[in-house]
Protein backbone atom coordinates (compact mmCIF):
# COMPACT_ATOMS: atom_id res chain seq x y z
CA UNK A 1 0.00 0.00 0.00
CA UNK A 2 0.88 3.38 -0.76
CA UNK A 3 1.89 5.47 2.08
CA UNK A 4 0.66 9.22 2.19
CA UNK A 5 3.19 12.05 1.06
CA UNK A 6 3.13 14.85 3.99
CA UNK A 7 5.03 17.59 3.83
CA UNK A 8 6.11 19.63 7.12
CA UNK A 9 7.36 22.92 6.60
CA UNK A 10 9.78 25.04 8.84
CA UNK A 11 13.18 27.10 8.26
CA UNK A 12 16.25 25.93 6.76
CA UNK A 13 19.32 25.70 8.36
CA UNK A 14 21.78 24.66 6.18
CA UNK A 15 21.42 24.29 2.23
CA UNK A 16 22.19 21.03 1.77
CA UNK A 17 19.58 18.00 1.65
CA UNK A 18 19.96 14.61 3.29
CA UNK A 19 16.99 11.31 2.55
CA UNK A 20 17.10 8.85 5.00
CA UNK A 21 14.74 7.18 7.74
CA UNK A 22 13.60 9.91 10.52
CA UNK A 23 14.34 8.59 14.47
CA UNK A 24 12.85 10.07 17.27
CA UNK A 25 15.90 9.47 19.69
CA UNK A 26 15.34 11.85 22.27
CA UNK A 27 12.82 11.71 25.52
CA UNK A 28 12.03 14.94 27.12
CA UNK A 29 14.25 15.25 30.22
CA UNK A 30 12.33 16.84 32.76
CA UNK A 31 12.95 15.59 36.44
CA UNK A 32 9.31 15.69 38.06
CA UNK A 33 8.53 18.10 40.65
CA UNK A 34 8.01 16.32 43.73
CA UNK A 35 6.56 17.93 46.94
CA UNK A 36 9.25 16.19 49.35
CA UNK A 37 10.86 18.59 51.80
CA UNK A 38 14.35 18.88 51.43
CA UNK A 39 17.21 20.31 53.55
CA UNK A 40 18.23 23.50 52.10
CA UNK A 41 21.86 23.49 53.17
CA UNK A 42 22.39 20.35 51.64
CA UNK A 43 20.70 21.00 48.69
CA UNK A 44 22.58 24.21 48.05
CA UNK A 45 26.20 22.65 48.63
CA UNK A 46 24.48 19.63 46.04
CA UNK A 47 24.11 22.58 43.88
CA UNK A 48 27.10 24.31 43.95
CA UNK A 49 28.80 21.28 43.74
CA UNK A 50 27.23 20.26 40.48
CA UNK A 51 27.54 24.22 38.97
CA UNK A 52 31.53 23.82 39.05
CA UNK A 53 31.47 20.63 37.85
CA UNK A 54 29.17 21.67 34.83
CA UNK A 55 31.37 24.67 34.19
CA UNK A 56 34.16 22.11 34.13
CA UNK A 57 32.63 20.25 30.91
CA UNK A 58 31.08 23.01 29.44
CA UNK A 59 34.55 24.41 29.15
CA UNK A 60 35.72 20.99 28.12
CA UNK A 61 33.19 21.31 25.40
CA UNK A 62 33.76 24.68 24.47
CA UNK A 63 37.43 23.03 23.41
CA UNK A 64 35.89 20.62 21.67
CA UNK A 65 33.64 22.56 19.46
CA UNK A 66 37.17 25.06 19.14
CA UNK A 67 39.11 22.24 17.78
CA UNK A 68 36.49 20.65 16.03
CA UNK A 69 34.42 23.33 14.86
CA UNK A 70 35.34 26.94 15.02
CA UNK A 71 36.15 29.88 17.53
CA UNK A 72 32.81 31.47 17.25
CA UNK A 73 31.23 28.29 18.21
CA UNK A 74 33.28 27.53 21.18
CA UNK A 75 32.39 30.87 21.74
CA UNK A 76 28.39 29.44 22.33
CA UNK A 77 29.63 27.48 25.62
CA UNK A 78 31.90 29.92 27.21
CA UNK A 79 28.60 32.00 27.12
CA UNK A 80 27.13 28.84 28.76
CA UNK A 81 30.13 28.93 31.26
CA UNK A 82 29.11 32.40 31.99
CA UNK A 83 25.96 31.79 32.79
CA UNK A 84 26.90 29.29 35.13
CA UNK A 85 28.32 32.13 36.89
CA UNK A 86 25.37 34.87 36.26
CA UNK A 87 25.01 35.42 40.28
CA UNK A 88 21.06 36.83 39.11
CA UNK A 89 19.89 33.26 38.06
CA UNK A 90 22.41 31.70 41.24
CA UNK A 91 20.78 34.04 43.46
CA UNK A 92 17.18 32.67 41.91
CA UNK A 93 18.30 29.21 42.50
CA UNK A 94 19.01 29.41 46.38
CA UNK A 95 15.95 31.53 46.64
CA UNK A 96 13.94 28.17 45.23
CA UNK A 97 16.00 26.15 47.17
CA UNK A 98 15.29 28.34 50.15
CA UNK A 99 11.30 27.64 49.48
CA UNK A 100 12.07 23.87 50.71
CA UNK A 101 12.70 22.56 46.92
CA UNK A 102 14.82 19.90 45.39
CA UNK A 103 18.07 21.27 43.65
CA UNK A 104 16.83 19.98 40.39
CA UNK A 105 13.44 21.28 40.64
CA UNK A 106 14.84 25.10 41.84
CA UNK A 107 17.50 24.69 38.72
CA UNK A 108 14.24 23.88 36.57
CA UNK A 109 12.01 26.61 37.68
CA UNK A 110 14.63 28.87 37.84
CA UNK A 111 15.21 27.93 33.91
CA UNK A 112 11.92 28.23 33.12
CA UNK A 113 11.40 31.58 34.96
CA UNK A 114 14.16 33.05 32.64
CA UNK A 115 13.30 31.01 29.37
CA UNK A 116 10.23 32.58 29.68
CA UNK A 117 10.94 36.40 30.47
CA UNK A 118 13.60 35.64 27.31
CA UNK A 119 10.76 34.33 24.83
CA UNK A 120 8.46 36.98 26.07
CA UNK A 121 10.53 40.15 25.19
CA UNK A 122 9.55 39.81 21.66
CA UNK A 123 12.67 39.84 20.14
CA UNK A 124 13.86 36.99 17.82
CA UNK A 125 17.34 37.01 19.42
CA UNK A 126 16.18 36.94 23.19
CA UNK A 127 13.98 34.54 22.37
CA UNK A 128 16.55 32.33 20.62
CA UNK A 129 18.97 32.22 23.79
CA UNK A 130 16.31 30.91 25.69
CA UNK A 131 17.22 27.34 24.68
CA UNK A 132 20.68 28.00 25.57
CA UNK A 133 18.96 28.89 29.16
CA UNK A 134 17.36 24.98 28.82
CA UNK A 135 20.61 23.78 27.92
CA UNK A 136 23.02 25.20 30.80
CA UNK A 137 19.65 24.31 33.67
CA UNK A 138 19.33 20.32 32.24
CA UNK A 139 23.70 20.45 31.80
CA UNK A 140 23.38 20.93 35.60
CA UNK A 141 20.20 18.61 36.18
CA UNK A 142 22.19 15.95 34.21
CA UNK A 143 25.01 16.45 36.74
CA UNK A 144 22.75 16.43 39.65
CA UNK A 145 20.92 13.37 39.01
CA UNK A 146 24.66 11.25 38.14
CA UNK A 147 23.12 10.64 34.41
CA UNK A 148 25.55 10.20 31.29
CA UNK A 149 25.28 11.72 27.83
CA UNK A 150 22.25 10.21 26.24
CA UNK A 151 23.39 7.96 23.86
CA UNK A 152 21.71 7.31 20.77
CA UNK A 153 22.15 3.34 19.51
CA UNK A 154 21.37 3.00 15.70
CA UNK A 155 23.17 1.20 13.35
CA UNK A 156 21.92 2.89 10.61
CA UNK A 157 22.20 6.95 9.81
CA UNK A 158 19.09 8.53 10.52
CA UNK A 159 17.49 12.09 10.58
CA UNK A 160 17.46 13.02 14.06
CA UNK A 161 13.79 14.13 14.64
CA UNK A 162 13.49 16.35 17.94
CA UNK A 163 11.26 18.69 20.10
CA UNK A 164 14.48 20.84 20.00
CA UNK A 165 18.33 20.58 20.45
CA UNK A 166 20.28 22.01 22.84
CA UNK A 167 24.06 23.51 21.81
CA UNK A 168 24.96 20.87 24.08
CA UNK A 169 23.37 17.96 22.20
CA UNK A 170 24.20 19.32 18.79
CA UNK A 171 27.72 19.71 19.03
CA UNK A 172 27.55 15.83 20.45
CA UNK A 173 25.95 14.55 18.02
CA UNK A 174 27.85 11.68 15.70
CA UNK A 175 27.79 12.70 12.36
CA UNK A 176 28.77 9.69 11.00
CA UNK A 177 25.27 8.33 12.27
CA UNK A 178 23.52 11.48 11.55
CA UNK A 179 22.25 12.32 7.66
CA UNK A 180 20.77 15.60 9.34
CA UNK A 181 17.95 16.94 12.21
CA UNK A 182 14.35 18.36 12.21
CA UNK A 183 13.27 19.86 15.86
CA UNK A 184 9.93 21.03 15.96
CA UNK A 185 10.94 24.08 17.62
CA UNK A 186 13.85 27.00 16.92
CA UNK A 187 14.78 29.68 15.14
CA UNK A 188 17.50 29.88 12.63
CA UNK A 189 19.27 32.57 14.84
CA UNK A 190 19.70 29.80 17.71
CA UNK A 191 23.31 28.74 18.65
CA UNK A 192 21.70 25.26 17.67
CA UNK A 193 21.64 26.52 13.99
CA UNK A 194 24.79 28.41 13.67
CA UNK A 195 26.50 24.88 14.94
CA UNK A 196 24.73 22.93 12.70
CA UNK A 197 25.81 25.55 10.08
CA UNK A 198 29.11 25.03 11.17
CA UNK A 199 29.02 21.47 11.09
CA UNK A 200 27.61 21.47 7.85
CA UNK A 201 24.44 19.26 8.89
CA UNK A 202 21.62 19.22 6.65
CA UNK A 203 18.98 20.94 9.44
CA UNK A 204 15.54 22.33 8.90
CA UNK A 205 14.01 24.29 12.12
CA UNK A 206 10.59 25.25 13.64
CA UNK A 207 8.82 22.63 12.02
CA UNK A 208 6.09 21.87 14.36
CA UNK A 209 5.39 19.04 16.32
CA UNK A 210 5.50 15.73 14.35
CA UNK A 211 3.16 12.64 15.86
CA UNK A 212 5.95 10.23 16.98
CA UNK A 213 3.82 7.18 14.85
CA UNK A 214 6.58 8.81 12.01
CA UNK A 215 9.08 7.04 13.50
CA UNK A 216 11.13 4.77 11.07
CA UNK A 217 9.69 6.19 8.13
CA UNK A 218 11.72 7.38 5.37
CA UNK A 219 11.84 11.27 4.81
CA UNK A 220 13.74 13.66 2.47
CA UNK A 221 15.26 16.85 4.60
CA UNK A 222 15.27 20.00 2.68
CA UNK A 223 17.10 22.46 4.38
CA UNK A 224 17.18 25.08 1.15
CA UNK A 225 13.32 25.16 1.37
CA UNK A 226 12.95 24.34 4.91
CA UNK A 227 11.16 21.40 4.43
CA UNK A 228 10.86 18.09 6.03
CA UNK A 229 8.93 15.66 3.65
CA UNK A 230 7.73 12.29 4.88
CA UNK A 231 7.22 9.30 2.60
CA UNK A 232 8.35 11.55 -0.62
CA UNK A 233 7.95 10.32 -4.05
CA UNK A 234 10.16 8.17 -6.03
CA UNK A 235 11.22 10.58 -8.41
CA UNK A 236 11.71 13.03 -5.47
CA UNK A 237 14.22 10.65 -4.31
CA UNK A 238 15.65 10.02 -7.75
CA UNK A 239 16.02 13.63 -8.34
CA UNK A 240 17.90 14.17 -4.67
CA UNK A 241 20.49 11.27 -5.82
CA UNK A 242 21.01 12.86 -9.14
CA UNK A 243 21.44 16.19 -7.20
CA UNK A 244 23.81 14.90 -4.89
CA UNK A 245 25.95 12.99 -7.65
CA UNK A 246 25.96 16.71 -9.48
CA UNK A 247 27.70 18.10 -6.30
CA UNK A 248 29.99 15.55 -5.33
CA UNK A 249 31.61 15.77 -8.58
CA UNK A 250 32.37 19.59 -8.43
CA UNK A 251 32.98 19.20 -4.95
CA UNK A 252 35.54 16.42 -6.00
CA UNK A 253 37.19 18.12 -8.76
CA UNK A 254 38.05 21.35 -6.88
CA UNK A 255 39.50 18.91 -4.36
CA UNK A 256 41.73 17.44 -6.53
CA UNK A 257 42.70 20.24 -7.93
CA UNK A 258 43.96 21.65 -4.36
CA UNK A 259 45.55 18.36 -3.93
CA UNK A 260 47.49 18.29 -7.21
CA UNK A 261 48.52 21.96 -6.29
CA UNK A 262 49.53 21.11 -2.47
CA UNK A 263 53.31 20.87 -2.38
CA UNK A 264 53.40 23.57 -5.11
CA UNK A 265 54.18 27.13 -3.53
CA UNK A 266 51.50 29.12 -3.33
CA UNK A 267 52.33 32.02 -5.81
CA UNK A 268 50.19 34.79 -6.85
CA UNK A 269 49.34 35.24 -10.78
CA UNK A 270 52.25 38.10 -10.25
CA UNK A 271 54.70 35.70 -8.92
CA UNK A 272 53.67 37.06 -5.02
CA UNK A 273 54.72 34.31 -2.91
CA UNK A 274 52.67 33.49 0.39
CA UNK A 275 54.00 30.93 2.59
CA UNK A 276 51.02 28.73 3.70
CA UNK A 277 51.39 27.49 7.47
CA UNK A 278 49.34 25.79 9.87
CA UNK A 279 47.76 26.76 13.35
CA UNK A 280 47.75 24.25 15.44
CA UNK A 281 47.05 23.38 19.41
CA UNK A 282 48.69 19.96 20.08
CA UNK A 283 51.42 17.67 18.57
CA UNK A 284 48.41 15.27 17.42
CA UNK A 285 47.26 17.90 14.71
CA UNK A 286 50.90 17.83 13.16
CA UNK A 287 50.17 14.95 10.77
CA UNK A 288 47.25 16.72 9.54
CA UNK A 289 49.00 19.85 9.10
CA UNK A 290 51.63 18.09 6.77
CA UNK A 291 49.40 15.89 5.00
CA UNK A 292 47.35 19.37 4.09
CA UNK A 293 50.66 20.97 2.50
CA UNK A 294 51.48 23.13 5.73
CA UNK A 295 55.12 24.34 5.32
CA UNK A 296 55.54 25.43 8.64
CA UNK A 297 53.20 25.82 12.13
CA UNK A 298 52.65 29.22 11.89
CA UNK A 299 51.06 29.17 15.65
CA UNK A 300 51.20 26.53 18.27
CA UNK A 301 48.58 27.56 20.98
CA UNK A 302 51.23 26.35 23.80
CA UNK A 303 48.47 27.05 26.52
CA UNK A 304 46.49 24.39 24.80
CA UNK A 305 48.47 21.66 25.92
CA UNK A 306 47.97 23.26 29.28
CA UNK A 307 44.55 23.51 29.10
CA UNK A 308 44.35 19.69 27.86
CA UNK A 309 46.36 18.54 31.00
CA UNK A 310 45.41 17.83 34.43
CA UNK A 311 48.31 19.55 36.26
CA UNK A 312 51.05 21.92 35.10
CA UNK A 313 53.25 20.45 32.18
CA UNK A 314 57.07 20.70 33.59
CA UNK A 315 59.54 21.75 31.22
CA UNK A 316 60.85 18.61 30.62
CA UNK A 317 57.19 17.29 29.21
CA UNK A 318 56.94 20.75 27.46
CA UNK A 319 60.64 20.06 25.77
CA UNK A 320 59.45 16.92 24.70
CA UNK A 321 56.44 17.50 22.82
CA UNK A 322 58.11 20.74 20.85
CA UNK A 323 61.19 18.46 20.41
CA UNK A 324 58.95 15.57 18.86
CA UNK A 325 56.97 18.01 16.48
CA UNK A 326 60.08 20.15 15.27
CA UNK A 327 61.58 16.83 14.50
CA UNK A 328 58.27 15.82 12.62
CA UNK A 329 58.40 18.79 10.85
CA UNK A 330 61.63 18.44 9.42
CA UNK A 331 63.22 21.28 9.08
CA UNK A 332 59.62 23.44 8.24
CA UNK A 333 59.24 26.60 10.62
CA UNK A 334 57.64 26.12 14.13
CA UNK A 335 56.50 29.16 15.61
CA UNK A 336 56.00 28.33 19.34
CA UNK A 337 53.56 30.82 20.94
CA UNK A 338 54.36 31.07 24.49
CA UNK A 339 51.68 30.90 27.11
CA UNK A 340 48.19 33.44 26.29
CA UNK A 341 46.19 32.38 29.07
CA UNK A 342 43.85 34.87 30.96
CA UNK A 343 40.50 36.12 29.67
CA UNK A 344 38.64 33.35 28.22
CA UNK A 345 41.51 30.56 28.99
CA UNK A 346 41.50 29.48 32.03
CA UNK A 347 43.78 26.66 33.63
CA UNK A 348 42.19 25.18 36.94
CA UNK A 349 45.14 24.50 38.47
CA UNK A 350 46.80 27.80 37.39
CA UNK A 351 44.15 29.97 39.23
CA UNK A 352 44.05 33.78 38.55
CA UNK A 353 42.65 36.19 40.53
CA UNK A 354 39.20 37.29 39.89
CA UNK A 355 39.49 40.66 37.37
CA UNK A 356 36.93 43.27 36.70
CA UNK A 357 37.59 42.70 32.94
CA UNK A 358 39.78 39.49 31.98
CA UNK A 359 40.10 40.45 28.71
CA UNK A 360 41.76 43.79 29.59
CA UNK A 361 43.58 42.38 32.48
CA UNK A 362 46.84 40.43 32.95
CA UNK A 363 46.55 37.61 29.73
CA UNK A 364 49.02 36.48 27.83
CA UNK A 365 52.68 38.41 28.25
CA UNK A 366 51.59 40.57 31.13
CA UNK A 367 50.74 37.33 33.20
CA UNK A 368 53.93 35.68 32.07
CA UNK A 369 55.96 38.50 33.48
CA UNK A 370 54.42 38.43 36.52
CA UNK A 371 55.54 34.88 36.89
CA UNK A 372 58.65 35.08 35.53
CA UNK A 373 59.37 30.86 36.58
CA UNK A 374 56.39 30.01 34.70
CA UNK A 375 57.65 32.12 31.56
CA UNK A 376 61.05 30.96 32.04
CA UNK A 377 60.63 26.99 32.08
CA UNK A 378 58.55 27.49 28.81
CA UNK A 379 61.66 29.51 26.97
CA UNK A 380 63.72 26.98 28.18
CA UNK A 381 61.96 24.30 26.49
CA UNK A 382 61.54 25.89 23.73
CA UNK A 383 64.76 27.27 23.17
CA UNK A 384 66.27 23.66 23.37
CA UNK A 385 63.83 22.17 21.41
CA UNK A 386 65.23 24.89 18.63
CA UNK A 387 68.48 22.38 18.64
CA UNK A 388 66.16 19.77 16.75
CA UNK A 389 64.24 22.33 13.54
CA UNK A 390 63.77 25.66 12.27
CA UNK A 391 61.81 27.05 16.17
CA UNK A 392 60.86 30.48 16.34
CA UNK A 393 59.39 32.53 19.94
CA UNK A 394 56.54 33.84 20.11
CA UNK A 395 55.05 36.53 22.02
CA UNK A 396 51.13 36.84 22.30
CA UNK A 397 49.79 40.01 23.42
CA UNK A 398 52.50 42.54 23.41
CA UNK A 399 51.42 46.51 23.99
CA UNK A 400 54.35 47.96 24.88
CA UNK A 401 57.92 48.64 23.68
CA UNK A 402 59.31 47.68 27.23
CA UNK A 403 57.81 44.45 27.69
CA UNK A 404 59.72 42.89 24.25
CA UNK A 405 62.64 43.59 25.82
CA UNK A 406 61.88 42.41 29.09
CA UNK A 407 61.17 39.25 27.02
CA UNK A 408 64.30 39.90 25.29
CA UNK A 409 65.95 39.78 28.56
CA UNK A 410 64.78 36.55 29.88
CA UNK A 411 65.76 34.68 26.42
CA UNK A 412 69.02 35.73 26.88
CA UNK A 413 69.47 34.71 30.51
CA UNK A 414 67.93 31.31 29.84
CA UNK A 415 70.23 31.15 26.99
CA UNK A 416 73.38 31.88 28.63
CA UNK A 417 71.66 29.39 31.45
CA UNK A 418 71.49 26.55 28.92
CA UNK A 419 75.14 27.70 27.65
CA UNK A 420 76.75 27.08 30.83
CA UNK A 421 75.01 23.59 31.02
CA UNK A 422 76.21 22.64 28.03
CA UNK A 423 72.53 21.88 26.40
CA UNK A 424 72.31 22.92 22.72
CA UNK A 425 70.51 25.49 21.17
CA UNK A 426 69.35 27.67 18.39
CA UNK A 427 71.80 30.34 19.60
CA UNK A 428 70.16 32.86 16.69
CA UNK A 429 66.37 31.81 17.21
CA UNK A 430 63.90 33.82 15.71
CA UNK A 431 61.57 35.96 18.22
CA UNK A 432 58.54 37.36 17.04
CA UNK A 433 55.65 39.09 18.50
CA UNK A 434 51.70 38.63 18.00
CA UNK A 435 50.41 42.22 16.67
CA UNK A 436 46.73 41.71 19.24
CA UNK A 437 46.61 45.05 20.29
CA UNK A 438 46.00 48.65 18.61
CA UNK A 439 49.34 49.65 20.58
CA UNK A 440 51.53 47.15 19.48
CA UNK A 441 50.52 48.22 15.42
CA UNK A 442 50.63 51.24 16.09
CA UNK A 443 53.79 51.61 17.31
CA UNK A 444 55.44 48.67 14.98
CA UNK A 445 58.00 51.18 13.73
CA UNK A 446 59.00 50.74 17.32
CA UNK A 447 58.72 47.23 17.73
CA UNK A 448 59.86 45.81 14.30
CA UNK A 449 63.29 47.10 15.40
CA UNK A 450 63.26 44.84 18.30
CA UNK A 451 62.32 41.00 16.41
CA UNK A 452 62.63 39.35 13.70
CA UNK A 453 58.72 38.85 12.78
CA UNK A 454 55.28 40.03 13.60
CA UNK A 455 52.44 37.54 13.12
CA UNK A 456 48.83 39.27 13.37
CA UNK A 457 46.35 38.07 16.00
CA UNK A 458 42.72 39.43 13.73
CA UNK A 459 40.77 37.61 16.90
CA UNK A 460 42.28 39.76 19.38
CA UNK A 461 42.91 42.82 17.00
CA UNK A 462 39.47 43.10 16.13
CA UNK A 463 38.40 42.71 19.76
CA UNK A 464 40.78 45.59 20.94
CA UNK A 465 40.27 47.84 17.69
CA UNK A 466 36.34 47.74 17.35
CA UNK A 467 35.76 47.52 21.31
CA UNK A 468 33.76 44.26 20.59
CA UNK A 469 34.14 41.62 23.58
CA UNK A 470 34.80 38.58 21.22
CA UNK A 471 32.89 36.61 24.30
CA UNK A 472 29.45 38.10 23.41
CA UNK A 473 28.11 37.29 20.63
CA UNK A 474 25.61 40.23 19.69
CA UNK A 475 28.26 42.65 18.67
CA UNK A 476 30.48 40.06 17.42
CA UNK A 477 29.41 40.99 14.05
CA UNK A 478 30.43 44.23 14.29
CA UNK A 479 33.66 43.13 12.72
CA UNK A 480 32.65 40.38 10.45
CA UNK A 481 31.17 43.53 8.60
CA UNK A 482 33.83 46.09 8.50
CA UNK A 483 37.44 45.10 8.40
CA UNK A 484 38.72 48.56 7.65
CA UNK A 485 40.20 49.57 10.72
CA UNK A 486 42.25 46.06 11.32
CA UNK A 487 43.34 46.05 7.59
CA UNK A 488 44.78 49.72 8.15
CA UNK A 489 46.51 48.85 11.16
CA UNK A 490 47.90 45.53 9.49
CA UNK A 491 48.83 47.77 6.31
CA UNK A 492 50.84 49.78 9.10
CA UNK A 493 52.67 46.81 10.72
CA UNK A 494 53.34 45.27 7.51
CA UNK A 495 55.51 47.93 6.00
CA UNK A 496 57.34 48.51 9.68
CA UNK A 497 58.60 45.00 9.98
CA UNK A 498 59.15 44.71 6.05
CA UNK A 499 61.33 48.18 6.74
CA UNK A 500 63.31 46.77 9.36
CA UNK A 501 64.16 43.97 7.17
CA UNK A 502 61.67 41.19 8.85
CA UNK A 503 58.62 39.37 7.75
CA UNK A 504 54.71 39.33 8.71
CA UNK A 505 52.05 36.70 9.03
CA UNK A 506 48.25 36.54 9.71
CA UNK A 507 47.26 33.69 12.12
CA UNK A 508 43.73 34.78 13.48
CA UNK A 509 40.72 33.82 11.91
CA UNK A 510 40.67 36.23 9.23
CA UNK A 511 43.30 34.59 7.74
CA UNK A 512 41.54 31.85 6.54
CA UNK A 513 38.58 34.21 5.26
CA UNK A 514 39.09 33.75 1.35
CA UNK A 515 37.20 37.04 0.96
CA UNK A 516 40.22 38.53 2.53
CA UNK A 517 42.89 36.81 0.91
CA UNK A 518 43.80 39.62 -2.16
CA UNK A 519 43.63 42.35 0.11
CA UNK A 520 46.54 40.17 2.75
CA UNK A 521 48.32 39.71 -0.72
CA UNK A 522 48.19 43.39 -1.44
CA UNK A 523 49.46 44.05 1.81
CA UNK A 524 52.45 42.26 1.57
CA UNK A 525 51.63 39.44 3.65
CA UNK A 526 54.26 36.97 3.55
CA UNK A 527 52.59 34.38 5.36
CA UNK A 528 48.99 32.96 6.14
CA UNK A 529 48.39 30.49 9.23
CA UNK A 530 45.06 28.83 9.04
CA UNK A 531 43.76 25.72 11.13
CA UNK A 532 44.20 22.44 9.39
CA UNK A 533 40.73 22.05 7.44
CA UNK A 534 41.50 26.03 5.77
CA UNK A 535 45.20 25.02 4.51
CA UNK A 536 43.92 23.86 0.74
CA UNK A 537 41.70 25.89 0.37
CA UNK A 538 43.63 29.01 1.16
CA UNK A 539 46.91 27.40 -1.10
CA UNK A 540 43.88 27.45 -4.24
CA UNK A 541 43.23 30.88 -2.74
CA UNK A 542 46.30 32.32 -3.16
CA UNK A 543 46.83 30.89 -6.23
CA UNK A 544 44.26 32.72 -8.03
CA UNK A 545 45.25 35.98 -6.35
CA UNK A 546 46.44 38.70 -8.99
C1 LIG B 1 44.26 35.98 17.75
O1 LIG B 1 43.99 36.70 18.72
O2 LIG B 1 43.91 36.23 16.58
C2 LIG B 1 45.03 34.74 17.95
C3 LIG B 1 45.50 34.04 16.94
O3 LIG B 1 45.18 34.31 19.24
P1 LIG B 1 44.00 33.59 20.07
O4 LIG B 1 42.84 33.38 19.14
O5 LIG B 1 44.58 32.33 20.57
O6 LIG B 1 43.74 34.59 21.13
MG1 LIG C 1 44.91 36.28 20.61
Not at 493 to 504: P, Q, T
Request: aromatic share 6%.
Amino acid sequence: MERKRIVFGGTGVTSVKAYGKIKFPFTELKPTKTNEKYSPELEKKRFETAVKSTIKSTKALAQRARETIGENEAQIFEIHAMLLEDEDFLDSVYLEIEKGKSAEDSVLESGEKYSYILRSLGDEYLSARATDIKDVCYGIIDTLSAKTEKNIQEDEQYILVANDLTPTETVKLDKSKILGFATFEGTPSSHTAILARAMAIPAVVGIGKIPKEFDGMYAILDGIKGRLIINPSENEVLELENERKREEKIVKEHERYLRSIMHRPAVTESGQKVLIYANIGDIDEVDGALSNGAEGIGLLRSEFMYLARESEPSEDALFKIYKEIAIKMQGKRVVIRTLDIGADKQISYLPLEKEENPALGLRGVRLCLDRKELFKSQIRAILKASAFGRVSIMIPMISTKKEVLECKELIEKSKKELLMAGINFDSKIEIGIMIETPASAIISDILAREVDFFSVGTNDLTQYTYAIDRQNSRVSRIGDESHEAIMRLIKFSADAIHEAGGWIGVCGEMAADLSLTQDFVDIGIDELSVSVPYLLGVRGKVSSCK
